[in-house]
Structures are given as structure tokens and as C-alpha cells.
């Protein structure tokens, strides 16, 4: 009698088991079908995982997302180069080796910040840049900033003017 006790139970917590795993994957493929971009660009912020960020031109950005803006993803890069992700450009985030994240947002962020802000902000500071625009990328100090222009001086001692809706990324390691 006692054999068939532990048999009744351990097909118990089997079946257990297999209910709760069936649970979880049905609650996790709601939260995945109710996500937004948005939230998921949160969630990747609360996570703190590093990520790897994709934009038009696919090459890999690998960061940790700190913020997120009107248009712009603020982060922080491996050797902690502060980064811009421009909102319209970015196509893609995975975390390699992460589970799904959880993606439900009661409220949408405040989202305040722009990347035109962040850039005028970094030309008062003459800082050293990086910028992406598509497949070419500038770098050179960050002169000025306008309502849709960027400009640098490059190494070359050029002045390079930039339409602010195509720079994708700029990273900047000085702080």
C-alpha cells in the first residue's frame, strides 16, 4: 500500500509541476502579447541587463539602458561611454542569455527628455564624439546644436553639419 502512495503522489507533483510550468508560460505569453516598445525599452532599463541595441544600419550597440526620452534612449556603453540611441533609428533589443522581460506597464514613463537637449547640452561641454548617421559615422567635438542640426568639428578640422533626424547613435566617453 505504501508503494502505491508514493507513486500517486510523485505522479501528484508531477502533474503539479507540469500545471505550474503550463501557468507561468500562459501568463508570460499574455504579458508578451499585450507589450508595447516602450515597455519594453523600460523593462530593459528596470532589468539592468546589458543589452545589445540594433539601429538602421545593424550594427550592434551592446549597453545598459539608463533612460528613456521622447526619442531618444539614454545609456551607458562596456567601457562607460555615455550613449544616445535615437528612438526613430533603433529596430532592435536581445539580451543575450536573459529570460523574457516582464513588459506590463501601469502608467506610460515620463518621458521629458530629447535628444536634441541632451546634444545641446554635451556641445556646451565641447565634448568628444562619436555620431552615426546611417552607415558613415563623424567623430569630433560637438560644436552646436539647433532646432534640427547638429554640427562637429572632425579631426580633419572640418565643420560637419548633421540633420538631427538622421543621427542614430552618438556615444561620448567623457562625463
Known sequence: MGHEFEEAAARWRTDDAIERRRAERLARDFDESAMEWIAVLVAAAESGAEVLARCDDDRPVRCRVEGIGVDVVVARGPRGEDLLLALSHLRSISIPGAPPLATGLDEPPEAALRLVEVLAEWAGERRRVTVRCGDHSHVGTLRAVGVDVV?????????????????????????
Open 151 to 175: 554640427s562637429l568639428r572632425s579631426d580633419t578640422g572640418d565643420v560637419v553639419y548633421l540633420r538631427a533626424e538622421s543621427v542614430s547613435v552618438i556615444s561620448s566617453s567623457e562625463s
